[in-house]
């Protein structure tokens, strides 16, 4: 049985950036562990999916079994995912399956923002379980030292013009600086395309960007030592609420402003003793009405001198009766409820029909 948490390293940068080399090289040199990537977004955008998917470890058995769940796991016990927005539902699964697992790698889309990613390992059942080791964020050398930021502009535009996700126009500099305020550590690529000059320009770019723990490492061709970048044990889902990003303004200026990144919201319900049929039949209408990912608790049931668990995802309730109630104790309902733009009066008053 594994007793510590899992680490996770979040890789992060644009399109072009050289994350997918850095996380291929990373697995190379990992042989032995059992790694979890979790990729963002396969395509045309910014992942090859095949040079994740066959997972290029020394000695990797290119057959690999997929299961419905869309996680892929292969011979040297990696196992790839596709998260698109089923983040959360991947996560509970890599939880499930904790004790296979040494490591995970997270590769963000070009234009993810790391913040809202490392805030979701505070939900508490991924906390308990998982940490973010680190927090990588990848530059390209070249780009930034001839102050385009990325690789290729254009392409980088198309992919923000394609993304209905954004909800406000962030310049490329506002989208580069939120993903380096969540850095632990700046990786710069292409660093054999890069003179001296070059090289001193790119880091006094990044210094004014980053605070000075943050460690900035010039690489080629994705390839970095492996103690470089794991067991960091940066913990940054401890810190990632003091980070204040461009993300966060735009929000600030728009208290309406919803969408797919957003901070998840959890709140705890208590209630007394139920009716069993009408406490499972609010809690499926709070499923079917509400953006909820998971409820979860306990409930004191009518007549029974037991304490009922409760599980629900989905559309699904999933329920048993795990002890008696203590003699000192005083019979209750409790339940967490966790998913975004969740009101708390209307959640209350649905329970409180049972």
């Known amino acids: 049985?594994?007793?510590?948490?899992?680490?996770?390293?979040?890789?992060?940068?644009?399109?072009?950036?050289?994350?997918?080399?850095?996380?291929?090289?990373?697995?190379?040199?990992?042989?032995?562990?059992?790694?979890?990537?979790?990729?963002?977004?396969?395509?045309?955008?910014?992942?090859?999916?095949?040079?994740?998917?066959?997972c290029p470890v020394t000695g990797c058995d290119e057959s690999e079994a997929q299961d419905d769940n869309g996680i892929y796991e292969l011979a040297n016990g990696c196992i790839c995912c596709t998260v698109e927005e089923e983040f959360l539902p991947v996560m509970q699964e890599l939880v499930a399956r904790r004790d296979d697992i040494d490591h995970i790698l997270i590769e963000t889309s070009g234009l993810a923002l790391p913040k809202p990613l490392v805030q979701a390992f505070n939900w508490p059942d991924i906390k308990q379980h998982c940490t973010v080791d680190s927090v990588i964020t990848v530059i390209d050398g070249p780009a930034?030292?001839?102050?385009?930021?990325?690789?290729?502009?254009?392409?980088?535009?198309q992919q923000r013009l394609a993304d209905d996700g954004l909800d406000h126009d962030p310049s490329l500099q506002e989208l580069l600086d939120d993903q380096l305020s969540a850095a632990d550590m700046v990786i710069v690529s292409k660093n054999d395309l890069l003179s001296a000059d070059e090289r001193t320009t790119v880091a006094s770019r990044v210094d004014k960007k980053v605070p000075e723990a943050v460690k900035v490492a010039f690489i080629e061709e994705g390839k970095v030592p492996l103690e470089l970048v794991m067991g960091v044990d940066a913990?940054?889902?401890?810190?990632?609420?003091?980070?204040?990003?461009?993300?966060?303004?735009?929000?600030?200026?728009?208290?309406?402003?919803?969408?797919?990144h957003d901070h998840f919201d959890s709140h705890v319900i208590e209630l007394g003793v139920v009716d069993h049929d009408k406490l499972q039949a609010s809690l499926l209408e709070l499923l079917q009405t509400q953006n909820i990912y998971r409820a979860k608790g306990f409930a004191a049931i009518d007549g029974k001198p037991m304490r009922q668990n409760i599980q629900a995802v989905g559309e699904r309730v999933n329920v048993h009766f795990d002890r008696l109630w203590a003699n000192d104790e005083t019979p209750k309902t409790q339940l967490v409820f966790i998913g975004k733009s969740l009101d708390k009066e209307i959640l209350t008053q649905t329970l409180l029909s049972s």
Do not use: C, W, Y
Request: charged letters at 30%; a negative charge; glycine letters at 6%.
């Open 1 to 54: 049985m594994q007793l510590n948490k899992i680490p996770a390293t979040v890789v992060t940068g644009f399109l072009g950036s050289g994350k997918t080399t850095l996380l291929s090289n990373i697995l190379k040199q990992s042989e032995g562990k059992r790694i979890a990537v979790i990729v963002n977004e396969f395509g045309e955008l910014d992942i090859d999916a095949d040079t994740l998917r066959q």
């Open 144 to 157: 930034v030292a001839d102050g385009r930021f990325a690789h290729d502009e254009d392409k980088v535009q």
């Open 235 to 260: 913990k940054a889902e401890d810190r990632i609420e003091s980070v204040h990003t461009h993300h966060d303004h735009h929000h600030d200026h728009d208290h309406d402003h919803t969408h797919a």
